[in-house]
């Protein structure tokens, strides 16, 4: 028995067991039936890891996000359990591309799919889409700013569509929406947002159809009064956004009041016409609030409203108020609401010690508080929210001036679950973040315009706070390389780093960022002591980066372009303005990016009208969004410009003198 287990791969060094891994998973690739890929199992020991191995591969690959065009069609052939398709990294992704890559796949089972910003995708392309997935639920067609009422007939054919969101799809119009509500009638989510060419007729269409709509984004739309009444008859609605709707007034309020008592979530926000008093008429006509977003909308604070919010006071649990006029007192009436787990008061006129103290009394709950730009508060606010609210998350300190390391000790002490906290514009110091390092669930950290923090700070942060994702030193001046080499030991786990005008760091110190792994976005602005050098050694230590800003990086080269151009594959924004680069470096950059969508590139004075073609040329079909000086707008081939328009590029067009900053 042994000498058979042996010959078929049962045992030790020959048979299966010499095969790889990789090679055994190739082989169970052409496996089709699930039965008899189970049953490979019973081959060898070695089959048995590579089929568990491959059943970890395919739960992963469920989610595919593919970040190039070309390898599209290979990976939807091999991977035949996908339920959920990201093409939103594909800049060149077109229709041809997009029709060759589905056709002969099997996407039964594809139930999702996001095409946000993916411009180059059009009618065709969404018809082939429509046709490859026969159970497709949600598309998200976000920023695609050509789509239009084709796009929208071409969706409305996949008629059992749950969720849709075509925010900022320019060119949709009644005409598109009436297709797309008739053919998806069970629409349950659909964001129209910025969808400006939407008017009243439509959104009573919408209402009409699409009786199962649970959630709707009209924001920036230039809907009235009339598309509310319109609303008020959906009566499974429980969350309806209206940023910014400037037609919009109280007596739309008052008839969304009048209608079906489903809604848990509104945002009225940014909306001019909007007062007290229309907000009191909705929440007197909807019992089960719990979401409410006045922010920037409301110029004082009536009776009426906080006599109707104490109707509230079980269910409400998100409210912002930002940009109000705010006494002790509607403080303290808010504070009724004793289930709030998030408050915003960003930017609120009169928030006092007092009012604070009154309402964190009453609601123990809170997890998120907003208090940007309160300046009147002290760390006697602090003390109160340490005292009352223990289980805070998400603290906002913004231009807090008045507050110190004493306050902060008090809520690093007391709130151990703390994972973001900003100081931007605080004045703290190194004695600050002491007690912060105390908070080892920190994921967020923002010290922006605190030029006292030096490396003794970030040695504080860096000895507990490991887990940290994001870290915001916007002008910490005093910060150098050792700050950076004890970041880049303590936070391995960083994704986001803000390092614009910390300007004694060098390519030593981004020789230290090499290590951060996991950094995604990575801002440098006017750090005028790196060198295509330092550059070099964050694109080859990070190849996760998708953002980078080297705007008046003086010093950086082509040597740093030709860096990011090798390592940097998976870059998508990318800021260069005043850099010391040359059309050769910007061509071979445009050219071997194939995520890059967005490049700011304004004041390159030592490329030539020829370089800018050259690399223009090179990337058209992927550019999504341009910024460059509006001098080329008059020198540049007409030819290619028409051709990044049609590929659905937009340029921004800047008239700044060169001016250069320390």
């Known amino acids: 028995m042994s000498e058979e287990v042996q010959r078929y791969g049962g045992g030790g060094g020959g048979g299966m067991a010499a095969l790889s891994l990789d090679l055994l998973g190739q082989v169970l690739d052409r496996v089709r039936e699930p039965r008899d890929r189970k049953a490979c199992r019973l081959v060898s020991r070695a089959f048995a890891r590579a089929e568990a191995a491959h059943r970890r591969v395919l739960r992963v690959l469920c989610r595919l996000r593919v970040l190039r065009r070309e390898p599209l069609a290979r990976l939807l052939r091999a991977f035949r359990a996908l339920e959920r398709l990201d093409l939103s990294a594909c800049a060149s992704l077109d229709d041809a591309s997009l029709a060759a890559a589905l056709s002969g796949a ?29 159970r497709l639920e949600a598309v998200d067609l976000s920023h695609c700013v050509g789509a239009g009422d084709r796009e929208a007939a071409a969706l409305a054919a996949a008629t059992g569509l749950r969720e849709l969101s075509l925010e900022k799809c320019l060119g949709v119009t009644d005409m598109g929406l009436a297709k797309v509500v008739v053919g998806c009638p069970r629409l349950e989510k659909l964001s129209l947002k910025w969808c400006r060419e939407i008017s009243d007729i439509g959104i009573d269409l919408l209402s009409k159809k699409c009786h199962d709509l649970r959630s709707l984004d009209i924001s920036y739309l230039k809907v009235g009064n009339e598309s509310l009444r319109s609303i008020s008859s959906l009566e499974k609605l429980e969350e309806l956004a209206m940023v ?74 998100v409210l912002r108020l930002d940009g109000l006029e705010v006494a002790s007192s509607v403080l303290l009436a808010i504070g009724g609401c004793n289930n709030l787990v998030e408050i915003g008061l960003s930017k609120c006129n009169g928030v006092t010690d007092e009012g604070i103290s009154s309402l964190v009394t009453q609601c123990s709950h809170l997890r998120v508080i907003d208090l940007t730009c309160c300046n009147l508060l002290t760390n006697n606010a602090l003390d109160s ?77 860096s000895s507990s706070c490991g887990k940290l994702i994001e870290l915001d ?145 090179a990337a058209c079909g992927r550019l999504k969004k341009l910024k460059m000086l509006s001098g080329l707008k008059s020198v540049l081939s007409p030819e290619l410009l028409q051709m990044l328009q049609a590929c659905g590029c937009r340029i921004r067009w800047v008239n700044k003198p060169l001016v250069y900053k320390d």
């Not at 139930?111 to 026969?134: F, K, M, Q």
């Not at 008592?261 to 006509?285: E, K, M, P, Y």
């Open 106 to 134: 099997d996407l039964a089972g594809v139930r999702r799919v996001c095409l946000a910003r993916a411009s180059g995708v059009g009618w065709r392309g969404l018809d082939a889409l429509v046709a490859a997935c026969p």
């Open 473 to 617: 030193l916007y002008r910490c001046n005093s910060i150098t390389d050792d700050g950076l080499a004890a970041l880049a030991y303590g936070c391995k786990k960083i994704k986001m780093l803000n390092l614009c005008y910390c300007n004694k760091i060098t390519d030593t110190g981004l020789g230290h960022l090499g290590s951060l792994e996991e950094l995604t976005n990575l801002e440098l602005r006017c750090l005028v002591r790196i060198t295509g050098i330092g550059i070099s050694s964050v694109a080859i230590g990070c190849k996760n980066l998708i953002e980078i800003d080297l705007k008046r990086c003086y010093s950086v080269d082509d040597a740093g372009l030709w860096a990011l151009a090798r390592y940097a594959l998976n870059l998508r924004q990318l800021t260069i303005s005043y850099c010391q680069v040359t059309g050769l470096g910007l061509c071979h950059l445009l050219s071997s990016l194939r995520c890059l969508q967005d490049v700011k590139m304004v004041h390159l004075s030592w490329v030539s009208i020829e370089g800018f073609e050259m690399a223009l040329r």
């Open 244 to 317: 910014c709707c400037s037609c919009i007034d109280d007596d739309g309020l008052e008839l969304l009041g009048k209608g079906s008592n489903s809604l848990q979530s509104v945002d009225v926000s940014r909306c001019d016409h909007v007062t007290s008093q229309g907000l009191a008429s909705l929440i007197d006509g909807h019992n089960f609030l719990q979401k409410l977003n006045a922010a920037d909308s409301l110029h004082e604070m009536r009776q009426s409203f906080l006599s109707n919010l104490a109707k509230l006071k079980d269910t409400l649990t």
């Open 385 to 461: 929210i340490a005292e009352n609210c223990k289980m805070v998350e998400r603290l906002r300190l913004e231009s807090c001036s008045s507050i110190s390391e004493k306050g902060l000790e008090q809520i690093a002490t007391s709130c151990p679950n703390l994972k973001e906290i900003d100081l931007t514009d605080c004045g703290v110091n190194d004695a600050a973040l002491r007690p912060l390092a105390k908070c080892s669930e920190l994921l967020v950290l923002k010290l922006g315009l605190c030029s006292s923090i030096s490396d003794k700070g970030l040695a504080f942060i």
